[in-house]
């Protein structure tokens, strides 16, 4: 995590000039709302993009812890925001893709609310359970829950989680039942998980190649469409049987609905140069992300496009809004 932080809050590039009609902004500071607690990768992405803007457009771009709620908490905040360019959100699947399915009452609507700038980069995770559990592959470990359902305990950063979805989700397509078991963070229930007082969690490839590489937890399969260069040696969740899994975790930067379009345009041109540099994107790619970019039309169709995904997934997975 010290590693990913470091590279993001030290990483600068050379950066676009801003189009003619928008170089009035910004004339104050600019806050970047982060909806979840400091260290996590919305959080540092986040804190690249600030750093980004700060260099290149002379103003200071402040992060703004606003945890709670698995996310929504922050992200209502900037949804119901005024439509300045002063205001902006640390982007994440939980509150934006995910809490439209499992939240009966959700203050804003993640399509309609929000105007999309920059997809930063997404995340796969690698499936991960304690050494002690006696399964070597994703398939036996599959054949065990069978024997006993409920009884393996599954972590999550918390209900509404993508973590939480990803493994409801896989748990669907393999037909069998566990116990979720939300914590407050994927660091603490990490620590759990090596002490052998947890089962199986998800976990950030980067966060878990040192832990797999030492013995400590035994990885079972990567919840990318294909093997990581990280843990080459670990079959994506696809090759063992799991067809059509995916999960990733992703961080964007969006705006509230409204934003002056030279504001989105020039806030995108800043955040994508950085992003197409063969230096920058090695440097991301080795810390296990796939590097985007993608502008405000294709930032809201993805989004669109993972909010239907994940609502199949919790119908099928009978997940009630709550």
């Given at each position: 995590?010290?590693?990913a932080?470091g590279?993001?809050l030290?990483?600068?590039?050379?950066?676009?000039?801003?189009?003619a009609h928008?170089q009035?902004?910004?004339?104050k500071?600019?806050?970047?709302?982060?909806p979840f607690p400091?260290?996590?990768?919305?959080?540092?992405?986040s804190?690249?993009?600030a750093?980004?803007?700060?260099?290149?457009?002379?103003?200071a771009?402040v992060?703004e812890n606003?945890?709670?709620?698995a996310?929504?908490?922050?992200?209502?905040?900037v949804?119901?925001?005024?439509?300045?360019?002063?205001?902006?959100?640390g982007?994440?699947p939980?509150?934006?893709t995910?809490?439209?399915?499992?939240?009966?009452?959700?203050?804003y609507d993640?399509?309609?609310d929000?105007?999309p700038?920059?997809?930063i980069?997404?995340?796969a995770?690698?499936?991960?359970?304690?050494p002690?559990?006696?399964a070597?592959?994703?398939?036996?470990f599959?054949a065990?829950?069978?024997?006993?359902?409920?009884k393996?305990n599954?972590?999550?950063?918390?209900?509404?989680?993508?973590?939480?979805?990803?493994?409801?989700?896989?748990?669907?397509?393999?037909g069998?039942?566990?116990?979720?078991?939300p914590?407050?963070?994927a660091a603490?229930?990490?620590?759990?998980l090596?002490?052998g007082?947890m089962?199986?969690?998800q976990i950030?490839i980067?966060?878990?190649a040192?832990?797999?590489?030492?013995?400590?937890?035994?990885?079972?399969?990567?919840?990318?469409?294909a093997?990581s260069?990280?843990?080459?040696?670990?079959p994506?969740a696809?090759?063992?049987g799991?067809?059509?899994?995916?999960s990733y975790?992703?961080?964007?930067?969006?705006a509230p609905?409204?934003?002056?379009?030279?504001?989105?345009d020039?806030i995108?041109?800043?955040l994508s140069?950085?992003?197409?540099?063969?230096?920058?994107?090695?440097q991301m790619e080795a810390l296990?992300?796939?590097v985007?970019?993608?502008?405000?039309a294709?930032?809201?169709?993805?989004?669109?496009?993972?909010?239907?995904?994940?609502?199949?997934?919790?119908k099928?997975?009978?997940?009630?809004?709550?």
């Amino acid at each position: 995590m010290k590693q990913a932080a470091g590279f993001f809050l030290v990483l600068f590039a050379s950066l676009a000039c801003a189009p003619a009609h928008a170089q009035g902004y910004p004339v104050k500071p600019v806050r970047l709302v982060v909806p979840f607690p400091p260290g996590g990768p919305t959080d540092t992405h986040s804190r690249w993009a600030a750093q980004q803007l700060n260099a290149a457009l002379g103003r200071a771009f402040v992060v703004e812890n606003r945890a709670g709620a698995a996310g929504v908490i922050g992200t209502e905040a900037v949804a119901k925001a005024a439509a300045d360019g002063y205001t902006l959100l640390g982007g994440n699947p939980g509150p934006l893709t995910i809490a439209p399915s499992v939240r009966k009452q959700l203050g804003y609507d993640p399509i309609r609310d929000f105007a999309p700038i920059t997809l930063i980069a997404r995340s796969a995770s690698c499936m991960c359970i304690h050494p002690s559990i006696p399964a070597k592959s994703l398939t036996a470990f599959i054949a065990l829950a069978k024997t006993s359902p409920g009884k393996i305990n599954y972590a999550t950063p918390g209900v509404g989680t993508v973590g939480h979805l990803a493994i409801e989700n896989f748990a669907t397509l393999a037909g069998i039942r566990m116990t979720h078991v939300p914590y407050k963070g994927a660091a603490l229930y990490t620590v759990d998980l090596l002490a052998g007082n947890m089962d199986f969690a998800q976990i950030q490839i980067f966060q878990a190649a040192p832990h797999v590489r030492a013995g400590k937890l035994r990885a079972l399969a990567v919840t990318a469409v294909a093997r990581s260069p990280l843990l080459p040696g670990v079959p994506a969740a696809q090759e063992q049987g799991m067809k059509g899994f995916s999960s990733y975790n992703w961080n964007g930067i969006l705006a509230p609905a409204g934003t002056p379009r030279a504001i989105i345009d020039r806030i995108h041109a800043v955040l994508s140069k950085p992003l197409t540099n063969p230096d920058t994107r090695k440097q991301m790619e080795a810390l296990g992300y796939e590097v985007s970019g993608d502008g405000p039309a294709e930032y809201a169709a993805f989004i669109k496009a993972e909010t239907g995904k994940w609502a199949k997934v919790a119908k099928a997975a009978n997940i009630k809004p709550e």
